[in-house]
């Protein structure tokens, strides 16, 4: 059975940082690409940053050079390091696959508020 469990969200203030971690299990890893989603209250949920089987990224407008995405194929793990955080990201942030998408976890709410 496929799962992803995200993890490192929280309360921050405009400008500071935060990484977060998705850790995946029942999959083989390091075949897929992954992506990270984020949804806010009323709206759809949107691809954030995607990063293929090789390492290649890409990243929506409305994060780019702030977002970074990586992943640890041994560990079965992806992150996201987000800096310069601003009150749009405030969001549920979740992971899955990049393709057809799996059953999605809990996700991880991340709040910027001053």
């Known amino acids: 059975q496929v799962q992803f469990v995200e993890s490192g969200g929280g309360l921050v203030q405009p400008g500071e940082s935060l990484r977060l971690s998705c850790a995946a299990s029942g999959i083989i890893f390091s075949i897929y690409g992954m992506g990270w989603y984020r949804q806010s209250p009323g709206k759809q949920r949107e691809l954030v940053a995607r990063?293929?089987?090789?390492?290649?990224?890409f990243y929506a407008d409305s994060v780019k050079g702030r977002f970074t995405i990586s992943r640890d194929n041994v560990k079965n793990t992806m992150y996201l390091q987000m800096n310069s955080l601003k009150p749009e990201d405030t969001a549920v942030y979740y992971c899955?696959?990049?393709?057809?998408?799996?059953?999605w976890g809990q996700g991880t709410q991340v709040t910027v508020s001053s």
């Open positions: 990063i293929n089987s090789g390492g290649s990224t």
């Open positions: 899955n696959k990049a393709v057809t998408p799996s059953s």
